[in-house]
C-alpha cells in the first residue's frame, strides 16, 4: 500500500511559479512509476506528465512543455511538479498517482493505469 500526500498549490498570478510536492509513504517509490494529473471544473482529468520508476524517462503533456518538470528525490520518497509561466488555463486540482512497475522505463498515460492516488492539491492562477 502507497499513501501519496500533495502539497504546495496555491493562488498564483499568471507567469509566475509554484512547486508541487508528492511524498510518498508505505512503501519505497523507486520501483513505482508516476504520474501528475490534473482535473479543472468540468472537465476530464488529465495526464500532466509522467516518470518512470528510475527517473529516466519523462512524458509531458504538449502544452506543458518546456514550462513544467517533473523530478524525484528518491532518498525523500518524494516526486515533484516545477511549474514556471503558469498561465490561467492551467487552474485545476493536480494530482500525483502512482502504480507498480515490473518493467524498467514504464510510461503511464492514462489515470485508469494508476492504483494509489494522492488527495489533490488546488492550484489557482489569475490573469
Known amino acids: 500500500q502507497v499513501q501519496l500526500v500533495e502539497s504546495g498549490g496555491g493562488l498564483v498570478q499568471a507567469g509566475g511559479s509554484l512547486r508541487l510536492s508528492c511524498a510518498a509513504s508505505?512503501?519505497?517509490?523507486?520501483?513505482?512509476?508516476m504520474g501528475w494529473f490534473r482535473q479543472a471544473p468540468g472537465k476530464e482529468r488529465e495526464l500532466v506528465a509522467a516518470?518512470?520508476?528510475?527517473?529516466?524517462?519523462?512524458s509531458y503533456k504538449d502544452d506543458v512543455k518546456g514550462r513544467f518538470t517533473f523530478s524525484s528525490d528518491s532518498a525523500k520518497n518524494t516526486v515533484y511538479l516545477q511549474m514556471n509561466s503558469l498561465k490561467p488555463e492551467d487552474t485545476a486540482v493536480y494530482y500525483c498517482a502512482a502504480k507498480w512497475a515490473y518493467v524498467s522505463g514504464t510510461l503511464l498515460l492514462s489515470p485508469h493505469e494508476y492504483d494509489y492516488w494522492g488527495q489533490g492539491t488546488q492550484v489557482t492562477v489569475s490573469s
Open positions: 516518470i518512470s520508476q528510475s527517473g529516466r524517462k519523462t
Open positions: 508505505g512503501r519505497t517509490f523507486s520501483n513505482y512509476a
